[in-house]
């Protein structure tokens, strides 16, 4: 009897060590998952980096202000040479008017010297021909023209004459002196409007040269000004760009930290014996069983310890096909002696998982995706089992849960 107890107390000892053993090594393996204080922390560093950034905004925003002003100067100063462009444009238009009303002038003048210069010329003609006239008559003097009279009245007639002719000749001379004093005149007009031109040209020229250095001056400004805007909204952007990510970071981080700390609540419910809601479908893993053992505080089988049951015992005719409750990833395909046997555990990555232990034997390996509805093994009794069956355990966080709270 003592050495029959002995042998019950040594074998119960092992089995608890095995036991342990399982359901540590039971336990489906979570997937790293940060906690909503850590969670919290990166979207604290990322406001903070936000604050940061919208004081940079801020900052440039300000030194746009400060710089308005300038601009403000830079505005003013152009709108001054524009106007200054428009007076030049103005007077450089009244100036070529003035040029074509010069040369027209200068044409008309130029005509009228020509016209005084032939008549001149016709005048002098003239009066050659009345030299010549006197030279082939000879040495006619005045008194010879009267004593030559035959009469009285051919005298009177005689003298009239003379005095005609040299009426004649004094207006011919007069004539000619006043033409050439209209020839000499209209050439001093004439020099005096071409002078006047060139003058004015020369001030058309210096005045383009001003009106291209302003337009210059003009342009530069012109450009400094946009190039200032560009500046100032260059960086506005970047700076609303990375705000906007930033935005948009924190913003995912809080949708975490709402995850986190839903899942969190699961985890806790799931460590006060509750059963966490799922929104997933669950399908039984096997067909044609019983529940001969239940989940939660029982009588071990062979222990005859009252302890935890952290699954659902389905009875069902050895090598009935088990199937993936649900999709996921195999973490666990091994066999342990005195305790699961040959079992697979699945990750279903969003907290829950599900172990199937006692096979025969399992089809999958660990690190293989599994499908819903997927053949993972076939019912055995390997390991510590006293027949038939599959042992289906669903924990959530780490924490074993009813699973008939999630299969029907």
Same mark, same amino acid.
């Given at each position: 009897m003592?050495?029959?107890?002995?042998? !019950?107390?040594?074998?119960?000892?092992i089995?608890?060590?095995l036991?342990? $053993?399982?359901?540590?090594s039971a336990?489906?393996?979570? &997937?790293?998952?940060?906690?909503?204080?850590?969670?919290?922390?990166?979207?604290? /560093?990322?406001?903070?980096?936000?604050?940061?950034?919208?004081?940079?905004?801020?900052a440039?925003?300000?030194?746009?202000d400060?710089?308005?002003?300038?601009? /403000?100067?830079?505005?003013?100063?152009?709108?001054?040479?524009?106007?200054?462009? %428009?007076?030049?444009?103005?007077k450089i238009?009244?100036?070529?008017?003035?040029?074509?009303a010069?040369?027209?002038?200068?044409?008309?003048?130029?005509?009228e010297?020509d016209?005084?210069?032939a008549?001149?010329?016709?005048l002098?003609? +003239?009066h !050659?021909?009345?030299?010549?006239?006197?030279?082939?008559?000879?040495?006619?003097?005045? *008194?010879k023209?009267?004593?030559?009279?035959?009469?009285?009245?051919?005298?009177?007639?005689?003298? =009239?004459?003379v005095?005609e002719?040299?009426?004649?000749? @004094?207006? !011919?001379i007069?004539q000619?002196?006043v033409?050439a004093?209209?020839v000499?005149? %209209?050439?001093?007009s004439?020099?005096?409007?071409? =002078?006047?031109?060139?003058?004015t040209?020369? +001030?058309?020229?210096?005045?383009e040269?001003?009106? $291209?250095?302003? @337009?210059?001056?003009?342009?530069?400004?012109?450009?400094?000004?946009?190039?200032?805007?560009?500046?100032?909204e260059?960086?506005m952007?970047?700076?609303e760009a990375?705000?906007?990510?930033?935005m948009?970071e924190?913003?995912?981080?809080?949708?975490?930290?709402?995850e986190?700390?839903?899942?969190?609540?699961?985890?806790?419910l799931?460590l006060q014996?509750?059963?966490p809601?799922?929104?997933? %479908? *669950?399908?039984?893993?096997?067909s044609?069983?019983?529940?001969?053992? #239940?989940?939660?505080?029982?009588t071990?089988?062979?222990?005859?310890?009252? @302890?935890?049951?952290?699954?659902?015992?389905? $009875?069902? &005719?050895?090598? =009935?096909?088990i199937y993936?409750? !649900? /999709?996921?990833?195999v973490?666990?395909?091994?066999?342990? /002696?005195?305790?699961?046997?040959?079992y697979?555990?699945?990750?279903?990555?969003?907290?829950f $998982?599900?172990?199937?232990?006692h096979?025969?034997?399992?089809?999958?390996?660990?690190?293989?995706?599994?499908?819903?509805?997927?053949?993972?093994?076939?019912?055995?009794? =390997?390991?510590?089992?006293?027949?038939?069956?599959?042992h289906?355990?669903?924990?959530? &966080?780490?924490?074993?849960?009813? #699973?008939l709270?999630?299969i029907?």
């Amino acid at each position: 009897m003592n050495i029959t107890r002995k042998k !019950r107390k040594a074998f119960s000892a092992i089995s608890l060590v095995l036991m342990a $053993a399982l359901i540590f090594s039971a336990l489906p393996v979570q &997937a790293f998952a940060a906690t909503s204080a850590e969670i919290q922390k990166e979207i604290d /560093a990322l406001e903070e980096k936000n604050a940061e950034i919208q004081a940079q905004i801020d900052a440039i925003q300000s030194q746009y202000d400060a710089n308005y002003s300038d601009m /403000a100067a830079i505005v003013e100063h152009k709108s001054s040479i524009d106007q200054e462009i %428009t007076l030049l444009n103005n007077k450089i238009e009244t100036t070529n008017q003035q040029i074509s009303a010069y040369s027209q002038l200068i044409a008309d003048t130029q005509d009228e010297l020509d016209q005084a210069k032939a008549n001149l010329d016709d005048l002098s003609e +003239q009066h !050659r021909e009345r030299i010549r006239a006197m030279e082939e008559e000879g040495n006619v003097t005045y *008194w010879k023209v009267i004593f030559d009279a035959n009469s009285f009245m051919d005298l009177l007639d005689r003298i =009239t004459m003379v005095e005609e002719i040299n009426a004649a000749d @004094r207006r !011919r001379i007069d004539q000619m002196r006043v033409a050439a004093d209209i020839v000499v005149a %209209t050439q001093l007009s004439l020099e005096s409007e071409k =002078t006047a031109l060139e003058e004015t040209r020369v +001030q058309l020229a210096a005045d383009e040269e001003i009106l $291209a250095e302003k @337009r210059s001056e003009s342009d530069e400004l012109l450009y400094e000004l946009e190039k200032k805007a560009e500046e100032f909204e260059l960086l506005m952007e970047q700076s609303e760009a990375l705000q906007e990510e930033l935005m948009q970071e924190i913003a995912g981080k809080e949708k975490e930290l709402e995850e986190a700390k839903y899942d969190e609540y699961l985890a806790k419910l799931a460590l006060q014996g509750e059963n966490p809601p799922s929104d997933a %479908t *669950w399908l039984t893993p096997v067909s044609g069983y019983t529940i001969s053992s #239940p989940f939660g505080m029982r009588t071990h089988p062979i222990l005859g310890t009252q @302890r935890m049951h952290n699954g659902i015992d389905m $009875a069902c &005719a050895q090598g =009935t096909p088990i199937y993936a409750t !649900r /999709a996921g990833k195999v973490t666990v395909a091994s066999y342990q /002696a005195g305790g699961a046997g040959n079992y697979v555990s699945i990750n279903h990555l969003d907290g829950f $998982a599900s172990i199937y232990m006692h096979m025969t034997h399992y089809v999958v390996s660990a690190g293989d995706t599994v499908s819903q509805g997927q053949l993972i093994g076939y019912v055995g009794s =390997t390991g510590l089992s006293t027949g038939p069956h599959l042992h289906f355990g669903i924990s959530y &966080a780490g924490t074993y849960v009813n #699973p008939l709270a999630y299969i029907y």
